[in-house]
């Protein structure tokens, strides 16, 4: 079983920068593909990025393209989103999740089976 924590949340004014890090633990997730999700109040979840287990694929929400980052280290089990530019319409909850061992990146919600807890993510104006 996979645990995930992430932590780097915070309030940030609006052009700001935050690093959000999501630390694994209970199993190695070298060989699981990576994503960050977040969820704004009375929104559903939305797809934020996604990373192969290799680093070598990442994908993007068109929103955040050019603003965010999302990277892992394997040796340290953590995935990264590094945040840029950051506007009000960023607020959510971000949460980190991961796929079962050897399948591919994916922007669904529903084909991760592994998710942490969230960490709150504010952008004053």
């Known amino acids: 079983q996979v645990q995930l924590v992430e932590s780097g949340g915070g309030l940030v004014q609006a052009g700001g920068s935050l690093r959000l890090s999501c630390a694994a633990s209970?199993?190695?997730?070298?060989?699981?593909?990576m994503g960050w999700f977040r969820q704004a109040p009375g929104k559903e979840r939305e797809f934020v990025a996604t990373?192969?287990?290799?680093?070598?694929?990442?994908n993007y929400q068109d929103s955040v393209k050019g603003r965010f980052t999302i990277s892992r280290d394997n040796a340290k089990n953590t995935v990264y989103l590094q945040m840029n530019s950051l506007k009000p319409e960023d607020t959510a909850v971000y949460y980190c999740?991961?796929?079962?061992?050897?399948?591919?990146?994916?922007?669904?919600?529903?084909?991760?089976?592994?998710w942490g807890q969230g960490t709150q993510v504010t952008v004053s104006s």
């Open positions: 999740a991961a796929r079962r061992a050897g399948w591919g990146t994916s922007i669904e919600t529903r084909q991760y089976d592994y």
């Open positions: 990373i192969s287990w290799s680093g070598g694929i990442s």
């Open positions: 209970g199993r190695t997730v070298s060989r699981n593909s």
